[in-house]
């Protein structure tokens, strides 16, 4: 079974900061890799995935995320922030082929004005 | 395109009554189907996999016969929550699976559901 690792709870920044949340999961098989937000009220959209190619993938709203294999990482990046990127951000894995989805805890992000 | 809906958007029940939500993908076919659980400040907790004309799946831990799931249609599955107790408060959520045969299999989600249970 496959285990997903958030490494932070609750990041708390600034507009304008850098924001990088850390992903890690124990899979050792192929895998797709999926970061969701989950804004204040809102349903969960995603952001990003990765299937296969370029280990640097773009999502929306200037995010990006990096698979690294041989950390078993995918960790999410944002160069500059703003407010309302306060939102709950969810790492999730799934096996090649399969839809079912293991999420991580999930990190709380709140950026201040 | 991927759109996902729920409904209702939130219910309120009687202690040993029973609630269906219901949960369509709206402009795309879905196979596969997932229903989660999502607690206060926490990550979702899947409870099953729902495939169209066939039983669910349920994860271990999940009574199948206090949460029915049927999935009739390719765009339509629900969840039936039997004898409704106040712990089975919470955020119900939907899922479906758009993918093709390679392996590129993304979920998208509904909007919840929020049961509360007097």
């Known amino acids: 079974a496959q285990s997903v690792s958030q490494h932070n709870h609750h990041v708390i920044l600034s507009e304008a900061a850098s924001l990088e949340l850390g992903c890690n999961y124990s899979?050792?098989?192929?895998?797709?890799l999926f970061w969701y937000v989950q804004y204040p009220g809102q349903h969960l959209q995603l952001l990003l995935k990765?299937?296969?190619?370029?280990?640097l993938v773009k999502g929306i709203k200037g995010f990006e995320a990096e698979f690294i294999k041989s950390k078993f990482s995918f960790n999410l990046r944002k160069p500059s922030v703003q407010w309302s990127d306060t939102a709950e951000y969810f790492c999730?894995?799934?096996?090649?082929?399969?839809?079912?989805?293991?999420f991580g805890a999930g990190t709380t992000v709140t950026v201040r004005a | 395109g991927a759109v996902v809906s729920q409904h209702p958007s939130r219910v309120i029940c009687k202690s040993g009554t029973s609630v269906k939500i219901e949960c369509r993908s709206l402009d795309f076919q879905a196979t596969t189907m997932f229903w989660y659980r999502q607690f206060p400040k926490k990550s979702l907790m899947l409870m099953a996999t729902s495939n169209e004309g066939s039983k669910a799946t349920y994860e271990q831990g999940v009574e199948k016969d206090k949460f029915l799931i049927n999935h009739a249609s390719l765009t339509l599955s629900t969840l039936t929550v039997t004898s409704a107790h106040p712990e089975d408060s919470s955020f119900y959520i939907c899922?479906?699976?758009?993918?093709?045969?390679?392996?590129?299999?993304?979920?998208?989600f509904g909007p919840g559901t929020r049961l509360t249970v007097l």
């Open positions: 999730a894995v799934n096996e090649r082929g399969d839809y079912k989805l293991s």
């Open positions: 899922s479906a699976g758009s993918g093709t045969s390679g392996g590129a299999d993304t979920q998208y």
């Open positions: 990765y299937f296969s190619g370029d280990p």
């Open positions: 899979y050792g098989g192929t895998v797709n």
